[in-house]
């Protein structure tokens, strides 16, 4: 990879903290989204199943949730991380907060089931799409040295929006009878989409690509447009770097949501007879430790490399999760901290990525390479969340069982990121 060229344009400090403030806010947006459902899944079953509801059907209703959010996430962030590339990161971005934020509150008026899964899908759209192009943006307007900070602060804008939304539902719990509320307020984020598309300076970095591809193929076609740029990704020289970022996207992602997440309808069935507001207690502890470790992620991978960082990682977080699944349980009073700890290091990963993922692609497919990368996870994730669905119901229900296996998924992430190249020292290649 090469050092940016001189010539190309930098924003002032005014618009660089403008793009940062903008893009971690559609960040903590998306992660209430992500954290939504989680902790308002079993509630949302209460009420719309009525008689036929059974806590394993809720389990299994817990898993199609997740998956199609995940699949809408998956298409989402690759159709519109290429639309990054095309048309700019801040309209993509304006884009991506509008699909999150409209769909996400139309599920306050929902009737059944099957009606808020379609919505959930749509929601994905939106927040697989927020992700490439506001760390994208972010990236490429911030100088080289103060990326690993950058880094950080972006991949804790999901968990700070986990986090604000467990408090959020300790003072208004959620319950059968009063969870319509949540998604009306999901929908807010609306503004912020209409801002970032009108006002929001564009990468200058994008800017200069443009104009050179335009220079240089003055027709529209062969200027390429997202399918040629996504055809570029699966042919060499970028394809091992499209594989590695995939694959090692995919293990924290499919991780989360087939294993980790599991301890918080786990926790609210244990606990919310006698503690109605636990869950989201439980919520509340990992997404603290998920806020501090995602924006350690990046510091952790420029002290120590990307290489040894990720395999550290990863061999910490299959060790905590077996822990808390294994030999704690809700309610213990080991419980809460081993959810904090697991919290905190398990989301080391989504410091990691912000820094890592930019650094595998030049710019013209930037935004494109890191949401394909990230959102073939996503893909990853929802066939995951239907296996561990299925096999919650084989297991009987066990949510300690099917935490544990699910946790095998991250021991994986020490073998794979010996086949990826050390990016560490190198500056974003133009």
Not at 255 to 280: E, F, R
Not at 345 to 350: C, I
Request: charged share 10%; aromatic share 12%.
């Amino acid at each position: 990879m090469v050092t940016p060229s001189p010539t190309t344009p930098a924003l002032g400090s005014r618009a660089r903290w403008a793009v940062l403030i903008a893009a971690f806010s559609g960040l903590l947006f998306d992660g209430i989204e992500l954290g939504l459902m989680p902790v308002a899944s079993l509630s949302v079953s209460q009420s719309l199943l009525g008689d036929q509801f059974r806590h394993e059907l809720a389990g299994d209703w817990f898993a199609r949730f997740t998956a199609s959010l995940m699949l809408g996430a998956a298409v989402g962030g690759i159709a519109l991380g290429s639309l990054g590339d095309r048309i700019g990161r801040t309209r993509a971005m304006g884009i991506s907060i509008l699909f999150y934020s409209i769909f996400a509150g139309l599920g306050a008026w929902v009737k059944t089931q099957e009606q808020m899964l379609v919505l959930r899908f749509m929601v994905g759209l939106g927040v697989g799409g927020m992700w490439p192009n506001g760390v994208v943006l972010v990236s490429e307007c911030w100088p080289n040295a103060s990326r690993p900070v950058v880094a950080g602060v972006m991949g804790a804008g999901l968990n700070a929006g986990i986090l604000l939304l467990s408090q959020l539902a300790r003072v208004w719990p959620i319950t059968p009878d009063s969870w319509r509320w949540l998604f009306k307020l999901a929908a807010i984020p609306a503004v912020l989409g209409i801002v970032v598309l009108w006002w929001l300076p564009e990468s200058p970095k994008w800017l200069a690509s443009r104009s050179s591809r335009r220079k240089e193929a003055p027709t529209p076609s062969a200027r390429g447009d997202g399918g040629s740029r996504l055809h570029e990704l699966f042919r060499p020289p970028l394809l091992q770097l499209t594989l590695v970022g995939i694959v090692l996207a995919s293990i924290p992602l499919v991780g989360a949501w087939a294993a980790s997440k599991w301890m918080i309808p786990w926790a609210d069935k244990l606990a919310s007879a006698t503690h109605p507001g636990y869950k989201a207690i439980v919520q509340g502890w990992w997404a603290l430790g998920a806020t501090l470790g995602s924006f350690c992620g990046a510091q952790v991978a420029a002290w120590l490399g990307r290489r040894l960082s990720y395999c550290l990682i990863s061999l910490g977080t299959t060790a905590l999760t077996i822990v808390m699944f294994q030999l704690t349980a809700p309610l213990q009073s080991l419980f809460l901290p081993i959810v904090f700890a697991q919290g905190f290091v398990a989301t080391l990963f989504f410091g990691w990525l912000p820094l890592y993922l930019p650094e595998l692609f030049p710019t013209r497919v930037r935004a494109a390479g890191s949401g394909l990368a990230m959102n073939s996870g996503r893909f990853a994730t929802a066939v995951g969340v239907f296996i561990s669905g299925a096999l919650f119901a084989a297991l009987g229900g066990s949510y300690p069982m099917v935490g544990a296996f699910g946790a095998l998924i991250y021991a994986l992430g020490m073998i794979a990121i010996w086949f990826a190249p050390d990016t560490s020292g190198k500056n974003l290649e133009n």
